[in-house]
T-cell receptor, first 113, second 114 residues
């Protein structure tokens, strides 16, 4: 079974731009979560989607948003990019909301200049 | 809110030796799960071991084992017979029962010397 895939793997943007990151979960997994990893703040939870609905959201500004499609693929969008948004964005999937083990993708490295 | 603390920013171990990484957590809940994840330079987060809080027996996965002390809220990872491929950042993480997110510690960089 293929693992979680994330595209693109690397991205360079400038301040003020917006960006969309994509995540394809493991086949059959219906829950997708996003995490932000930075040297200063560590790993922080952004949000989780299940059956196209956002179930939980972390403490991030409204510039961070996401969605999930009927095939469970998920996208994360960051608008009006700031330098501090430079980070590794990790996507994780799990079969359902009862299952408590998440499987991570390789991440998207976003650099904001 | 739950918190996870890893007090060792960096650890070193000689190849074939044993090393223990520390983790403490704070929670008021009785049912939860604890994980150790490994993140090598490739950045892919890999699950190393998982412990259910309701199980008294410590989890073991080949060379990896944990020392779970529920009353002390301590969850350390022991790596036996360390190998060069074990070099990575290790994260301790908490997941509450019926929760929907992992709460991570700051991580411990493990260096393995040959």
């Amino acid at each position: 079974k293929a693992g979680v895939t994330q595209t693109p793997r690397y991205l360079i943007k400038t301040r003020g731009q917006q960006v969309t990151l994509s995540c394809s979960p493991i086949s059959g997994h219906r829950s997708v979560s996003w995490y932000q990893q930075t040297p200063g703040q560590g790993l922080q939870f952004l949000f989780e989607y299940f059956s196209e609905t956002q179930r939980n959201k972390g403490n991030f500004p409204g510039r961070f948003s996401g969605r999930q499609f009927s095939n469970s693929r998920s996208e994360m969008n960051v608008s009006t990019l700031e330098l501090g948004d430079s980070a590794l964005y990790l996507c994780a999937s799990r079969p359902g909301i009862v299952y408590n083990e998440q499987f991570f993708g390789p991440g998207t490295r976003l650099t904001v200049l | 809110a739950q918190t996870v603390t890893q007090s060792q920013p960096e650890m070193s171990v000689q190849e074939a030796e044993t090393v223990t990484l520390s983790c403490t957590y704070d929670t008021s809940e009785s049912d939860y799960y604890l994980f150790w994840y490994k993140q090598p330079p490739s950045r892919q987060m890999i699950l190393v071991i998982r412990q259910e809080a309701y199980k008294q027996q410590n989890a073991t996965e080949n060379r990896f084992s944990v020392n779970f002390q529920k009353a002390a809220k301590s969850f350390s990872l022991k790596i036996s017979d360390s190998q060069l491929g074990d070099a990575a950042m290790y994260f301790c993480a908490y997941w509450r029962e019926y929760g929907n997110k992992l709460v991570f510690g700051a991580g411990t960089i493990l260096r393995v010397k040959s």
